[in-house]
């Protein structure tokens, strides 16, 4: 069974650094996708960026980026020129790409409390 | 507004009685997930249904009770509330593979639950 660890309970960082959360994730399949969310106090899951594991190109959203190793099977996010905004809950998922109907379920970690200093 | 809604937002309840969180999308998406959230835990899936009158158990299924007889709702019941599923309920909803099989789900914007 897949499995995703965020071995990161909480981060900091001042505004307008640059701050990187990690995500490892185990999996026996070569095909997937890989998510970030968000979730600000408001409690709404929103979705930051997206990664296909064929695609060898880091996916990228304005001051969101990933660096994602396929081999090292690890998938973090770099957030630039950090706002206070960006303070939430984030959470890595991973899914698999399968045919069959019966396997479309999201795993995820157990999330990263991002703090962002004034 | 198209979107996915929740309700209640709060809900609190005692021990052995019987409540439903309700789940309703208007996109037409043909998957519905439900959530739990626990500190420590991340999200847990609890049930997801990939069209109607077709539902299938997720990772923690124990206690809780679903049906899908319109697309787009999909309420999630506990049939007799423990304790223990005290917690932040989330539904999600995914259109069908097909196209951009990347899409990501959508959520709600969540249901407190406690359980006294």
């Known amino acids: 069974a897949q499995t995703v660890t965020q071995s990161q309970p909480e981060m900091s960082v001042q505004e307008a650094e640059t701050v990187t959360l990690s995500c490892t994730y185990d999996?026996?399949?070569?095909?997937?996708?890989l998510f970030w969310y968000k979730q600000p106090p408001s409690r709404q899951m929103i979705l930051v960026i997206r990664?296909?594991?064929?695609k060898q190109q880091n996916a990228t959203e304005n001051r969101f980026s990933v660096n994602f190793q396929k081999a090292a099977k690890s998938f973090s996010l770099k957030i630039s020129d950090s706002q206070l905004g960006d303070a939430a809950m984030y959470f890595c998922?991973?899914?698999?790409?399968?045919?069959?109907?019966?396997?479309?379920?999201?795993?995820w970690g157990a999330g990263t409390k991002l703090i962002i200093k004034p | 507004d198209a979107g996915i809604t929740q309700s209640p937002r709060y809900k609190i309840t005692e021990t052995g009685r019987q409540v439903t969180l309700m789940c309703h999308q208007t996109?037409?998406?043909?998957?519905m997930f439900w959530y739990r959230q626990d500190l420590g835990h991340g999200l847990r899936l609890i049930y997801y249904?990939?069209?109607?009158?077709?539902?299938d158990k997720g990772e923690v299924p124990d206690g809780y009770v679903v049906s899908r007889s319109k697309t787009e709702n999909f309420p999630l019941t506990l049939e007799s509330a423990t304790r223990s599923q005290t917690s932040v309920y989330f539904c999600?909803?995914?259109?069908?593979?097909?196209?951009?099989?990347?899409?990501?789900?959508?959520f709600g914007d969540g249901t407190r639950l406690s359980i006294l």
């Open positions: 990664q296909e594991a064929y």
């Open positions: 999600a909803s995914s259109p069908a593979r097909t196209g951009d099989s990347n899409q990501p789900q959508h």
């Open positions: 999996t026996s399949e070569s095909d997937y996708y």
């Open positions: 998922a991973y899914r698999s790409y399968v045919k069959m109907d019966s396997n479309y379920q999201l795993i």
């Open positions: 996109w037409s998406h043909s998957y």
């Open positions: 249904s990939a069209a109607a009158d077709i539902t």
